[in-house]
């Protein structure tokens, strides 16, 4: 299972964060010294080091992109496998630069609900539920038309009653 996924900076600021179980972190407080533990530890490991980190009872994997490090949560002897979720992490890469068109730090900045939809709809309660980056793709950007029909839709309804 996967207890968290967190996008952050080269400088450690986290640009995107979402815990899937209750249980890693009882408080906002633990929330942000967990985060704050694992993003020391990890910007102090060298580019050779392995991106497999043995955790309280659970592995850390992560893999840097650019500016950016992506790092998941995982269970220690769960029956996902490490290099099944650096495969997810690639895959996540992939959907967002296939949404945003060669995606960069400021894309997660300011379109921080799109990378949210997007990661929600490869994860869901801390599982893969969709493996396939067209699909995650497809459904969202028909998620953006509806979207853009119904604000439509009501910017008319409204002037005809004017």
């Given at each position: 299972?996967?207890?968290?996924?967190?996008?952050?900076?080269?400088?450690?600021?986290?640009?995107?964060?979402?815990?899937?179980?209750?249980?890693?972190?009882?408080?906002?407080?633990?929330?942000t010294?967990?985060?704050?533990?694992?993003?020391?530890?990890?910007?102090?490991?060298?580019?050779?080091?392995?991106?497999?980190?043995?955790?309280?009872?659970?592995?850390?994997?992560?893999?840097?992109?650019?500016?950016?490090?992506?790092?998941?949560v995982?269970?220690?002897?769960?029956?996902?496998?490490?290099?099944?979720?650096?495969?997810?992490?690639?895959?996540?890469?992939?959907v967002?630069?296939?949404?945003?068109?060669?995606?960069?730090?400021?894309?997660?900045?300011?379109n921080?609900?799109?990378?949210?939809?997007?990661?929600?709809?490869?994860?869901?309660?801390?599982?893969?539920?969709?493996?396939?980056?067209?699909?995650?793709?497809?459904?969202?950007?028909?998620?953006?038309?509806?979207?853009?029909?119904?604000?439509?839709?009501?910017?008319?309804?409204?002037?005809?009653?004017?």
């Open positions: 299972m996967i207890h968290l996924v967190t996008l952050f900076s080269r400088q450690g600021k986290v640009r995107l964060c979402k815990f899937y179980n209750a249980n890693l972190a009882k408080s906002e407080k633990d929330k010294k967990i985060i704050k533990e694992m993003i020391s530890n990890i910007l102090s490991r060298t580019a050779s080091m392995s991106c497999f980190i043995e955790w309280r009872d659970h592995t850390i994997v992560y893999k840097r992109y650019a500016s950016l490090y992506f790092l998941f995982v269970d220690k002897y769960g029956v996902d496998n490490e290099l099944i979720i650096l495969e997810l992490i690639h895959r996540y890469v992939e967002l630069d296939q949404y945003f068109g060669a995606v960069c730090e400021l894309d997660i900045i300011y921080f609900e799109k990378a949210h939809f997007l990661l929600d709809e490869m994860i869901m309660s801390g599982e893969i539920m969709e493996p396939s980056r067209k699909a995650v793709v497809k459904y969202v950007h028909f998620s953006d038309q509806f979207q853009e029909d119904e604000i439509l839709f009501h910017a008319v309804s409204e002037t005809s009653t004017l």
